[in-house]
């Protein structure tokens, strides 16, 4: 008998490759390790967990661990941990609730994910500073801002952290997603938000354009931002009173620290599985290690960018479950590649929508052989005389040479998430901004003008590679 | 010296035309003649300006007829009717207000647009019984139904319409953009309606699905429907008072009839110019008739369809526009092809969003010789914990051989009118479904669930033509 197919983690990449693995191949045997309490959960809805626009923890999850097992019959075991690969033997040394035991694989899928990056600060012990790293992280922050946590089925939300008297303030570390994110949320819950981003501009990912734009918009919704500032110290008496950056010393009666997340990889590198140049373990286009027998796919995985063709590590969620699900249905019998990624990303922040794709750096089109341009256009997001319209802003990058757009960053109002996907399918067609100027955009008075924004920012495009 | 360049027609095509010809050529000659008062005017606004949305017709005006003239040197003619094309002499016959003359041209563009059909039906010269043809059309329904018609400008909204007392109902004979766009406009005036359609679905190039949904949509919002029903006749001594319909006789106050547009071909035809299978004027890939020096444009001309790669008659405003574009490039020395369309649209429908690209209908993908297959799905607007979020249906046609996308349609109540876009760009690259199922889409739980709807249908579709 053949040994089992083994998958470890038991979020996105895990638990779609699982599924896919046996809906194609039913009569094989596939066990998932998931060290944690928590499988197939959003860990992007956690935000709106923790403002209250999500009730309950368990709402985030799309599919019940029970489910997984009973309807998916899937050997789903949650609280294992895998502590060891041998690759020579096949087998994983997994640490349970029963004690200590090896598994045997025939094929194994590391999809053990992502995690906060912990930057080396003094204070981080401090009682009232968080990351936003797991649910329970989610539910003790949703507790601490004096909101309830409600308990669901098994999963009681256990928390050692202390309940304080109201907090009114709250000190960001980091302008990502999350820092954006939960400034929202916290403001939506009055407090004063202080958001410290030690680069020029928050939304790296998104240039310099979008980010002004969200700065400003940030500002009047009564963000403090601390832009160019570096953190040094969380400072207080046993819990968090202030952040001290610069001259300034902040007081704050919690902090937030989201700087970013990086790849869990030791389990792999232990095991002698490469890494990459982006840090994460390097894969072929079917989600293969330099082990044929040993797959990696989600947040601790490379994957091959579209428009630069070389191996990047952008730990999305669309991108893990794609993966995933291409590597269970090649371990199924039937190859398929993971896919490419265009780094297509999108965020709300307060009122503005905000998005990107491809490569919207000039820098890094220029590492990767491209001689870039780039331009910034305003156009309005319905017909000009329809009620309610508002301002897309598009920043789009093209090659000179070729002609070819390599990404683009919008932000607006209204029609901006979604907008991002026409360029995305355009850098999957290495279309030219030519092209993309020439395209059959749906046109209706509430929804576009006539000549839809991103067919604008690509004629303005086209004109100046010319 | 070289007659100038002469347009026929001063709306989205030839106005668009004559200003980049300018644009690129400043020192030659451009001369557009149009035989009514407005240019350039957005008629798909007419709708919202009658229900009041929008206050004035100048509204819809995007450049007016000074500014053609003085800040883009185009020799504009308003009430200049073009009667005649001499194609031997290069000359045009114009009946304008100082009378009769010949204009000489060196190249022709023909933007003639279309018209309302109208119907042979028996009462369609009682008062109370309108099309919305024009924007004179617009203001006299808008005053038909009780509200003001601001006049502006030196365009003075008269109107041999006798006001009457408050109209109760309407009766509105056409299932398509108008008729559902008025239908919503009617309605929010306070007005019962009454919508006639003689096929079994309305709203025809969205295809059945997207039609039925949007049906049980409109009786909930009070509209009566009569599906499946030709009208007889429109009744009334002097003044509309009944619609008569079979067996059935459905009084109402006003009649609003919008049963498609024809192309003005009834010119380009009395000079030899062809037309093709659609009736519309036939033209090559830059627009070019059968005459090298005569150019067709907008909805009076045909284009290629991306899909079926046949000449197609979609009369829509971007479509005008960029072909108009091209042409003036194209005769400013630059050769540039009208681009290729797709049919993309989308309509509002009270609370509903429709949208459609490509080939949908079975019956014409078959004719164009593909093999095809459908799909139908259902997939949530907004990550599933994320409060607000609302079903969209898709149904997608592929080809079995090739496993392309050919088309899709699209309807829900939020973020519908542009994820069409992304389908849209697939079909320009001729994508197949399993590509497009794999393209990297934006993600956010306020704006899409992790696998965006489109990639939804389009993996649903690619396992089915496998």
Redesign the interface.
């Known amino acids: 008998m053949t040994a089992p197919v083994v998958v470890v983690g038991g979020d996105?990449a895990g638990m779609s490759a699982a599924s896919k693995f046996k809906r194609d191949a039913p009569d094989r045997e596939v066990v998932v390790f998931e060290r944690g309490e928590w499988v197939s959960y959003?860990a992007?809805?956690l935000p709106?967990?923790v403002k209250g626009?999500?009730e309950t923890l368990e709402?985030?999850v799309?599919v019940t661990p029970e489910e997984f097992v009973e309807q998916r019959d899937i050997d789903l075991r949650t609280n294992h941990e895998v502590t060891a690969i041998d690759r020579e033997a096949q087998t994983v040394s997994v640490d349970g609730p029963d004690g200590e035991f090896e598994q045997a694989y025939s094929e194994l899928l590391i999809a053990t994910g992502a995690r906060a990056v912990e930057p080396p600060l003094d204070g981080m012990e401090l009682d009232g500073v968080f990351t936003l790293h797991s649910m329970q992280a989610g539910a003790d922050i949703r507790r601490a801002i004096g909101l309830e946590t409600p308990a669901v089925d098994a999963r009681e939300v256990a928390s050692d952290y202390a309940d304080t008297e109201d907090p009114e303030s709250v000190g960001i570390i980091g302008g990502g997603y999350v820092g954006i994110e939960m400034a929202e949320a916290f403001a939506e819950r009055g407090l004063d938000v202080h958001l410290f981003e030690m680069l020029p501009h928050t939304l790296q990912p998104f240039g310099a354009n979008a980010a002004a734009t969200v700065e400003r918009h940030l500002r009047e919704q009564g963000v403090d931002l601390h832009l160019d500032t570096a953190v040094d110290a969380i400072t207080g008496d046993g819990r968090v009173s202030a952040i001290a950056a610069g001259d300034a010393d902040v007081p704050v009666d919690l902090a937030l620290v989201g700087v970013g997340v990086a790849p869990n990889t030791k389990l792999a590198e232990a095991a002698g599985i490469d890494t990459g140049e982006t840090g994460a373990i390097a894969t072929d286009g079917y989600g293969r290690t330099n082990d044929d027998h040993v797959y990696a796919a989600g947040d601790c995985a490379e994957a091959t960018h579209?428009v630069t063709d070389e191996p990047d590590h952008v730990p999305?969620?669309?991108?893990a479950?794609?993966a995933g699900r291409a590597i269970g249905q090649t371990l199924a019998g039937d190859e398929t590649?993971v896919?490419?990624?265009?780094?297509?990303?999108?965020?709300?922040a307060f009122d503005l929508?905000v998005?990107r794709?491809g490569v919207i750096e000039e820098s890094v089109a220029r590492e990767a052989g491209f001689d870039p341009v780039s331009v910034t256009i305003t156009a309005p997001s319905r017909?000009?005389?329809?009620?309610g319209g508002s301002e897309i802003e598009i920043t789009m990058l093209g090659d000179r040479e070729s002609g070819r757009v390599l990404g683009a960053s919008m932000v607006g109002r209204e029609?901006v998430?979604?907008?991002?996907?026409?360029v995305?399918?355009?850098l999957?067609?290495e279309?030219t901004a030519q092209?993309?100027s020439?395209?059959?955009?749906?046109?209706?008075?509430?929804?576009?003008p006539?000549?839809?924004p991103?067919?604008t920012a690509a004629k303005v495009l086209a004109g100046k590679l010319e």
Request: glycine letters at 8%; a negative charge; one cysteine or more.
């Open positions: 996105a959003g992007c809805g709106y967990y626009a999500v709402d985030l799309s579209v999305l969620a669309l991108t479950n794609r590649p896919g490419e990624i265009a780094g297509t990303a999108a965020v709300k929508e998005a794709t017909a000009h005389y329809y009620p029609g998430a979604k907008r991002i996907d026409t995305a399918a355009a999957h067609a279309m092209r993309l020439s395209l059959d955009l749906a046109y209706a008075p509430p929804f576009s006539v000549w839809d991103v067919l």
